[in-house]
């Protein structure tokens, strides 16, 4: 599985973005989840969000909850981050990742990353 992230940049406190994780290769075996972890200067890499192949049930961090949404576009093999009401705490590099995951917020049951895109949120 390859996985291209891109869509991150600077925004406004309390503004937009879409992060977008192309995926390649064979998806959608056993457990596949695609998510989202981001990780901040100093800072251990963290679970944002995921989303299970099999049926799109989402999960997401509670430092998100009501703010990000996941979401996949199956012709396009893209899953998408949309974040809104953005605050200078969600400043950090995102990685999507994937693999056959029995737990969305594990970090190591994840086999496969893509390269990170930086977010700042920032008055």
């Known amino acids: 599985v390859q996985l291209q992230a891109s869509g991150g940049g600077l925004a406004h406190i309390g503004g937009s973005l879409r992060l977008s994780c192309a995926a390649s290769?064979?998806?959608?075996?056993?457990?596949?989840?695609l998510g989202w972890f981001r990780q901040a200067p100093g800072k251990e890499r963290e679970f944002v969000s995921a989303l299970r192949w099999s049926d799109d049930t989402q999960s997401y961090a509670d430092s998100v909850k009501g703010r990000f949404t996941i979401a996949r576009d199956n012709a396009k093999n893209t899953v998408y981050l949309q974040m809104n009401s953005l605050k200078p705490e969600d400043t950090a590099i995102y990685y999507c990742a994937a693999g056959s995951v029995r737990h969305a917020w594990d970090r190591r049951e994840y086999d496969y990353w893509g390269q990170g895109t930086q977010v700042t949120v920032s008055s």
């Open positions: 290769g064979r998806t959608g075996f056993g457990y596949f989840r």
